[in-house]
């Protein structure tokens, strides 16, 4: 049951083939003999998991169930889940316990009635592109225990890879869901900006950050934002749309599709083995029906620049709230107010999650919001402006996910700079508010890569149909590492 997609696993449940109970101790037998190993969990609570699949079991016997009841499900430890401790990978929450649940918990468990697992491990804060900021340790990537599988989102894309879960729940505010999943061999998804509720989901960078589905395919992906989205009074940038069905479009035909292959994602900077299979997906594209159209990206170099202004901006407001007050940890010992807060945050949060907050400090200092903030979001405008013109002469936009496969542990924890350029296709994608995805396309070395998918706004459908007739073709996204049977 462990390679069973979502469809066949609900229809395994409606049939009394086999029980939540029986299935979530099948995924929670996997994690206690795998994770300690690949640290993809940080919390597990495997009484209260089986009473969630009893409840399951409850609705199904009663006939009350919906398409994803009792089915299993890793949530990343960035979303609030009441009684469960709620981390985000830092010490300055490592025993802070959520006492109500975010919307996209809601909406899975009380309403769709999946049975969490446990909460996954993450960078600290969501700061990071390969999970080794975490407060709990580096998680390890299922296709090479040597190497990082991506982050922020580290922790779901090994859990889902090694088959700890069948899906999990991601946050992408530079390309947390896109890039972990591409390194990982898996299928995730960033909806457009505002699609998926961010209340109880920790801020990191207000106007970036976005909650969406980790998957083993695309069908899975569509079946969980169906579940995942939706308006939310409580949450100022959610969107008030009619609702949709994000599975509508997976069997429609690819003839006539219109291929965006913008020139700066295939110059210079992307290792050969990563565009080989990139370029051969392509290819299979075109077998399917698909026309390929040259386009252009112009401020798309600037991205990088722009996010490292905006979202440490955003991120040194939204962590001022971590003083020691309220919630979270304390420093023990302090002299007085002024000297709690700053042993409680230097104590409490990590080099990265510092060095963030530094830097957007300074850029919204008196004298530097002109120059740096100001400008960036200037230039942000003309990234999204970029695609909007692409967007005239092309229906999906294709490229690589990442200029590299899974670098090793260690190898860029000294170089901040060389970090942040693993997301330097993807970063464009939530300064626009597009959706954007990463579906397996091959291999390179061994390692996983990714193929990412941009559409334009709202069109998760479109972009969903697109790579599940890819995968329908394919067998990429099917493979398994080695060692997790």
Same mark, same amino acid.
């Given at each position: 049951? !462990?390679?069973?997609?979502?469809?066949?696993?609900?229809?395994? %449940?409606?049939?009394?083939? !086999?029980?939540?109970?029986?299935?979530?101790?099948?995924?929670?037998?996997? !994690?206690?003999?795998?994770?300690?190993?690949?640290?993809?969990? *940080?919390?597990?609570?495997?009484?209260?998991?089986?009473?969630?699949?009893?409840?399951?079991?409850?609705?199904?016997?009663?006939?009350?169930?919906?398409?994803?009841?009792?089915?299993?499900?890793?949530?990343?430890?960035?979303?609030?889940?009441?009684?469960?401790?709620?981390?985000?990978?830092?010490?300055?929450?490592?025993?802070?316990?959520?006492?109500?649940?975010?919307?996209?918990?809601?909406?899975?468990?009380?309403?769709?009635?999946?049975?969490?697992?446990?909460?996954?491990?993450?960078?600290?804060? #969501? /700061?990071?592109?390969?999970?080794?900021?975490?407060?709990?340790?580096? *998680?390890?990537?299922?296709?090479?225990?040597?190497?990082?599988?991506?982050?922020?989102?580290?922790?779901?894309?090994?859990? =889902?890879? #090694?088959?700890?879960?069948? =899906?999990?729940?991601?946050?992408?505010? @530079?390309?947390?869901? $896109?890039?972990?999943?591409?390194?990982?061999?898996?299928?995730? %998804?960033?909806?457009?900006? @505002? *699609? =998926?509720?961010?209340?109880?989901?920790?801020?990191? #960078?207000?106007?970036?950050?976005?909650?969406?589905?980790?998957?083993?395919?695309?069908?899975?992906?569509?079946?969980?934002?169906?579940?995942?989205?939706?308006?939310?009074?409580?949450?100022?940038?959610?969107?008030?749309?009619?609702?949709?069905?994000?599975?509508?479009?997976?069997?429609?035909?690819?003839?006539? %599709? $219109?291929?965006?292959?913008? +020139?700066?994602?295939?110059?210079?900077?992307?290792?050969?083995?990563? /565009?080989?299979?990139?370029?051969?997906?392509?290819?299979?594209?075109?077998?399917?029906?698909?026309?390929?159209?040259? *386009?252009?990206?112009?401020?798309?170099?600037?991205?990088?620049?722009?996010?490292?202004?905006?979202?440490?901006?955003?991120?040194?407001?939204?962590?001022?709230?971590?003083?020691?007050?309220?919630?979270?940890?304390?420093?023990?010992?302090?002299?007085?107010?002024?000297?709690?807060?700053? +042993?409680?945050?230097?104590?409490?949060? @990590?080099?990265?999650?510092?060095?963030?907050?530094?830097?957007?400090?300074?850029?919204?200092?008196?004298?530097?919001?002109?120059?740096?903030?100001?400008?960036?979001? $200037?230039?942000?405008?003309?990234?999204?402006?970029?695609?909007?013109?692409?967007? +005239?002469?092309?229906?999906?936009?294709? @490229?690589?996910?990442?200029?590299?496969?899974?670098?090793?542990?260690?190898?860029?924890?000294?170089?901040?700079?060389?970090?942040?350029?693993?997301? !330097?296709?993807?970063?464009?994608?939530?300064?626009?508010?597009?959706?954007?995805?990463?579906?397996?396309?091959?291999?390179?070395?061994?390692?996983?890569?990714?193929?990412?998918?941009?559409?334009?706004?709202?069109?998760?459908? $479109?972009?969903?149909?697109?790579?599940?007739?890819?995968? /329908?073709?394919?067998?990429?996204?099917?493979?398994?590492?080695?060692?997790?049977?």
């Amino acid at each position: 049951m !462990i390679n069973t997609g979502l469809k066949e696993l609900s229809q395994a %449940l409606a049939a009394k083939k !086999i029980s939540s109970v029986e299935l979530s101790s099948l995924f929670l037998d996997r !994690i206690e003999r795998l994770n300690p190993d690949l640290n993809a969990f *940080v919390t597990v609570d495997r009484e209260k998991s089986l009473k969630s699949a009893a409840d399951a079991d409850a609705r199904l016997a009663a006939g009350t169930a919906g398409a994803l009841t009792g089915i299993p499900i890793a949530q990343k430890d960035i979303f609030c889940a009441e009684g469960w401790t709620t981390t985000c990978g830092s010490k300055m929450l490592a025993n802070f316990v959520a006492p109500y649940d975010a919307t996209v918990i809601e909406k899975l468990h009380a309403q769709a009635g999946m049975v969490s697992l446990g909460k996954t491990n993450m960078d600290e804060f #969501a /700061m990071g592109s390969s999970n080794e900021t975490s407060y709990f340790g580096p *998680v390890k990537n299922p296709w090479d225990r040597t190497r990082v599988p991506g982050g922020s989102s580290g922790g779901s894309a090994a859990a =889902v890879a #090694a088959r700890l879960a069948p =899906v999990a729940t991601g946050t992408d505010t @530079g390309g947390s869901i $896109r890039q972990p999943a591409g390194l990982c061999n898996l299928t995730g %998804l960033k909806p457009t900006y @505002g *699609v =998926v509720s961010r209340y109880g989901m920790i801020a990191y #960078a207000s106007s970036l950050d976005q909650g969406g589905p980790m998957a083993q395919s695309a069908e899975d992906c569509a079946l969980l934002l169906n579940a995942m989205a939706g308006f939310d009074p409580r949450d100022s940038t959610s969107l008030e749309r009619p609702a949709e069905d994000y599975a509508r479009d997976l069997d429609k035909p690819l003839a006539g %599709l $219109r291929i965006g292959l913008p +020139k700066e994602f295939f110059a210079a900077g992307c290792d050969a083995g990563v /565009m080989a299979a990139v370029q051969a997906a392509i290819k299979e594209y075109e077998k399917l029906g698909a026309a390929i159209v040259d *386009v252009s990206l112009p401020n798309s170099h600037l991205s990088v620049p722009a996010y490292y202004v905006i979202a440490p901006a955003e991120a040194s407001s939204n962590l001022s709230r971590y003083d020691g007050v309220r919630f979270g940890y304390r420093a023990p010992e302090y002299g007085n107010l002024d000297d709690m807060y700053m +042993k409680t945050r230097a104590q409490g949060f @990590g080099a990265e999650v510092k060095r963030r907050i530094l830097i957007g400090a300074y850029v919204l200092s008196h004298g530097y919001y002109d120059a740096y903030y100001l400008q960036a979001q $200037r230039i942000r405008r003309l990234i999204a402006n970029d695609f909007v013109e692409a967007f +005239k002469s092309c229906d999906v936009i294709m @490229g690589p996910t990442s200029p590299t496969t899974a670098f090793r542990l260690g190898e860029k924890s000294a170089d901040p700079v060389q970090m942040y350029l693993s997301d !330097i296709y993807t970063i464009a994608v939530n300064l626009a508010g597009l959706p954007g995805m990463s579906v397996p396309c091959g291999f390179a070395d061994d390692l996983p890569v990714g193929l990412q998918l941009i559409g334009n706004y709202f069109d998760e459908a $479109r972009l969903l149909g697109v790579a599940h007739r890819y995968q /329908m073709a394919t067998d990429w996204h099917r493979r398994l590492p080695g060692g997790i049977d």
